[in-house]
């Protein structure tokens, strides 16, 4: 038996969801045919309260398209530096938006409405124009953390105030909002656009969500076909995000207490230096001492156990709906057992 924490991105379909393929009714989404893909977009937008939905072959295509969309050549995107927008897509937007970032330093990948004021640059012909800000919550590179509705909230006053667009990259947001049971209505209403993943905790194979107003959507559909995202019968792959969201929401309380009782486990050990705070289902910490993340990894790979090391001194764990309690426990054992 081989337990993966590297990612949530290592699932794969439950019988159910196999079965939910299996009987998609599917069509043409380039002519927008395809009912289970149309069900889908029908069902996020409204759960999220927005007017319209797209749906795309990854998170990252559908921050890009997103970026790409609120932006023109030689604009400048105010994120985190830690953001996965700017760190882990590829270059992706100086390369497909053609325009620039202004990475924050912030706290765990999550910034601040008066770091936001204080990055936006002025009008000057010497500057580049700022014209979008991204969030991302869960934050990955954060240990998972969740933003205070409190403080987007804040940002969300100062985009309006410097007609700024304003995205999330919610690849984790369903995390967030069973971690912090707020108002998936509410980020549709703050948000110009928001990116959804249906490939990480919620265990499809593939597929992201892009939501955002009817004209906004009706050029990211474009955009979407630039970039080589136009999809044909991909019911039987938007029949999985249909089934996660009436089947696998609420069980991502399941990974969160997971990952906790992983951390206390891990607390327990000398080895283990500062953690990040585990708030739903990503576990960052340092090792020390006699251990490093590579040796630590190897030795827990040595158990049938696959972790991932994310720096010099950090490994990575993350749990999802492939981890179960036997697994979960038999991890607690083996860290346990180390000197």
Known sequence: MTIDYRSDTFTRPTPGMLQAMMAAESGDDVFGEDPSVNRLEAMMAAFFGK?????CPSGTMSNQVAIKAHTQPGDEVICSNLAHVYI????????NAGAQVHPIQGDRGMITAAEVAAAINPDDVHKA????????????RGGGCCYDWEE????KTVCQENNLALHLDG???FNALVATKQDPKAYGATFDSISVCLNKGMGCPMGS???????FIRNARRIRKKFGGGLRQAGYMAATGIYALENHLQRLEEDHAHAKQIANALLEKGFTGHMLPVETNILIFEITGDWNPVS???????????VMPVSPTQVRMVTHLDVTPEMVAKTCEVIAAMA
């Open 51 to 55: 007017a319209a939905a797209l749906y």
């Open 88 to 95: 882990y897509e590829g270059g992706g937007i100086a390369f």
């Open 129 to 140: 124009r700022t014209s979008l800000v991204c969030l991302e919550n869960t934050s990955n």
């Open 152 to 155: 987007i909230v804040k940002i």
């Open 171 to 173: 690849a984790r947001l």
């Open 209 to 215: 969500v892009l939501l955002g107003g009817e004209a």
């Open 296 to 306: 630590f990894t190897a030795h827990l790979k040595r158990e049938g156990i696959k």
